[in-house]
Nanobody, 121 residues
Framework: QVQLVESGGDLVQAGGSLRLSCAAS????????MGWYRQAPGNQRELVAS???????NYADSVKGRFTISRDNAKNTVYLQMNSLKSEDTAVYLC???????????????WGQGTQVTVSS
């Protein structure tokens, strides 16, 4: 069994910063890509940022220059540093991990339960 647990969501004023964390635990052989998505009420889930096992990153245009994704492979943890937050960043932020539980097993995507980020203007 695998679990992804996010933390760090909070209420913050516009212009402020937050750091989200997502730790994967359980039966994990290896983790490929990890990422952060967000979903605001009435909106579809959208990719915020992703990072490969080698450290290559990808960002949504709306967060480029403000958000930074990183990971600690030894801790099976991915982070999202969010600076210069705007009211439109308000959403539930969910992390995912594409991982393999055993040798020659399939790579499967797992999701966390989400953490709320609210930015007040």
């Amino acid at each position: 069994q695998v679990q992804l647990v996010e933390s760090g969501g909070d209420l913050v004023q516009a212009g402020g910063s937050l750091r989200l964390s997502c730790a994967a635990s359980g039966t994990i052989l290896s983790i490929n890509g990890m990422g952060w998505y967000r979903q605001a009420p009435g909106n579809q889930r959208e990719l915020v940022a992703s990072i490969t096992s080698g450290g290559s990153t990808n960002y949504a245009d709306s967060v480029k220059g403000r958000f930074t994704i990183s990971r600690d492979n030894a801790k099976n943890t991915v982070y999202l540093q969010m600076n210069s937050l705007k009211s439109e960043d308000t959403a539930v932020y969910l992390c995912n991990a594409d991982l393999r539980m055993k040798s020659f097993g399939p790579i499967q995507r797992y999701w966390g339960q989400g953490t709320q980020v609210t930015v007040s203007s």
